[in-house]
């Protein structure tokens, strides 16, 4: 079945560190990937997307790039702030799902001022 | 991006009583809504898919009957606990996906406490 794997956290930068969050799935299909952010005690915002190979989604300094060839989606950012502090989760969402969406675990990210 | 608009966003009761979480699509027609529950410092596990107008589907280990979904409309879908436990406590979040939008949009959450 479907499923995303990233990167166990929780990850500590300093302010203006440059982030990196694995992140890799197993899917039939052709899915569309997710990065969502969760803020503390908080909802779930859609962060960036990417529905085809080699696209990449971009947000707030955000990136990512859909790797059919390495089934990746790694998260990336320049310069992280304080306020980037939250959890990061990968998923994906492919039609043969049914458009259920799948989830990673989540990464936690704590930033330092 | 569309909005989806979950109520409560936090609620309190006693055990053996019955909660109502409310889910609704404010700008779209939501053909179809998710229901996750979410575990401190965990991911999100899908409990249910339900489409408007059919039973929802329920995934594997959860009691359909605990946990009662409705979505009657194109733009309400209703959880219910019932005979709520403390092991019921968690935060539950609701996404939509319908026609119109090209994603599922999510619900800011429901943290429910069973004491």
């Known amino acids: 079945g479907n499923s995303v794997t990233q990167m166990e956290g929780p990850v500590t930068l300093s302010e203006e560190a440059f982030l990196t969050i694995n992140c890799t799935y197993t899917a039939t299909g052709y899915p569309s990937l997710f990065w969502y952010v969760q803020y503390p005690g908080e909802g779930l915002q859609l962060l960036l997307k990417a529905t085809k190979a080699d696209d990449k989604g971009s947000n707030k300094g955000f990136e990512a790039t859909y790797r059919k060839e390495t089934t990746s989606f790694h998260l990336e950012k320049g310069s992280v702030q304080v306020s980037d502090s939250a959890v990061y989760f990968c998923?994906?969402?492919?039609?043969?799902?049914?458009?259920?969406?799948?989830f990673g675990a989540g990464t936690r990210l704590f930033v330092k001022a | 991006g569309a909005v989806v608009s979950q109520h409560p966003s936090w609620v309190i009761c006693k055990s053996g009583t019955s909660v109502k979480i409310e889910c609704r699509s404010l700008d779209f027609q939501a053909t179809t809504m998710f229901w996750y529950r979410q575990f401190p410092k965990q991911s999100l596990m899908l409990m249910a898919t339900?489409?408007?107008?059919?039973?929802?589907?329920?995934e594997q280990g959860v009691e359909k009957d605990k946990f009662l979904i409705n979505h009657a409309s194109l733009t309400l879908s209703t959880l219910t606990v019932t005979s709520a436990h403390p092991e019921d406590s968690s935060f539950y979040i609701c996404?939509?996906?319908?026609?119109?939008?090209?994603?599922?949009?999510f619900g800011q959450g429901t943290r429910l406490t069973v004491v």
């Open positions: 339900s489409n408007e107008g059919s039973k929802a589907t329920y």
């Open positions: 998923a994906l969402r492919s039609l043969g799902g049914g458009f259920k969406t799948i």
């Open positions: 996404s939509a996906w319908g026609q119109g939008v090209s994603e599922a949009f």
